[in-house]
């Protein structure tokens, strides 16, 4: 299908994933505050903000079809947790000179996808995939053999988007208001971690006074600003397309950490992520192909 306005698509797609990848940024500027304190605001100010412009934005029939559909429900609490987990991994790492390992885990992501839709979906890999994933493999494999231990963040900022990917397909909800249930869901669990730990920088008046507060009430805008330019930059681009320009957020990422933040990125590493890149080349030439079989 012909791309209603490829331009508005690029700079949208642009926009959203150089955002995603000038995270890191933000991050660093509350680096004085534990991740997990700025992701139990992450979700407060994110279900705030995402339910006001759920008014503005709208998406009519969306909470009738939830109703309907209590199994969905169930399942984006579920999601809910899972991008939660994510983003916790995220901000530890980032916060805690790990960004090369998240940027690595952000590039694994699309071959993890594609071994949980043969693993679970029973979906059969054609060669080209069952050669990206043999050196994605190997990539991680080697970084296992030279450092001794599993590049842990990586994996696990991989595996629980890759999940959250699969079993939001369970739960046939557009993003916007997905993404505001599975906030809004969390918000209990938010408001409870504030009360039970009143020693916590927000939970001090003095706190409200500083620069810092307005920090963590930006997560919400900058959570979901990115999220409605990628949306609206999937009805103008082709699938494919905004599956290249995914990999634009991670380097972005690895550049931050490597000429800004002095991350040393080792030979070992870096030969990691050469096999990874490869896996990805090859990934990407075989989406091409098929869509030129299909087309």
């Known amino acids: 299908m012909q791309a ?15 955002i995603w990848g000038l995270f890191p940024l933000y991050f660093k500027a509350i680096a004085s505050v534990p991740a997990v304190e700025i992701i139990i605001h992450r979700v407060l100010w994110s279900a705030l903000f995402g339910g006001l412009l759920l008014l503005v934005w709208k998406h009519p029939g969306w909470w009738r079809e939830l109703r309907q559909n209590p199994k969905r429900l169930a399942i984006l609490a579920l999601s809910g947790s899972l991008i939660a987990a994510n983003w916790l991994t995220y901000v530890w790492s980032v916060n ?21 839709g043969m693993l679970i979906l029973g979906e059969r890999l054609r060669r080209m995939q069952w050669i990206a994933v043999g050196l994605a493999t190997v990539g991680v494999a080697q970084q296992v053999w030279q ?5 842990w963040v990586s994996l696990v ?10 079993i939001r397909k369970q739960a046939p909800v557009k993003a916007l208001p997905g993404l505001v249930v599975e906030t809004w869901m969390l918000v209990p669990i938010a408001i409870g971690w504030l009360l039970l730990n009143p020693m916590a920088s927000s939970a001090q008046a003095e706190f409200w ?27 103008h681009l ?22 800004l933040f002095d991350e040393h990125l080792s ?18 030439v075989d989406a091409v192909i098929s869509l030129r079989r299909r087309s």
């Open 147 to 151: 450092v001794g231990s599993l590049p």
């Open 238 to 259: 082709p699938y494919t397309t905004l599956g290249f320009l995914q990999y634009l957020a991670p380097t972005l990422v690895l550049l931050q950490a490597v000429l």
């Open 4 to 18: 209603a306005n490829p331009r508005r698509g690029y700079i949208l797609g642009l926009s959203a994933y150089i």
């Open 157 to 166: 900022l991989a595996l629980t988007f890759g999940f959250y990917g699969l």
């Open 96 to 116: 805690n000179g790990r960004m090369l390992e998240a940027s690595l885990g952000y590039y694994i992501n699309p071959l993890v996808n594609v071994l949980l």
């Open 209 to 235: 006074t500083t620069s810092q507060a307005w920090w963590l009430v930006a997560a919400g805008p900058i959570t979901l600003v990115p999220l409605v330019c990628f949306n609206a930059a999937a009805r």
């Open 267 to 284: 030979s070992s590493t870096l030969v990691a992520f050469i096999f990874i890149w490869a896996g990805l080349a090859v990934y990407s």
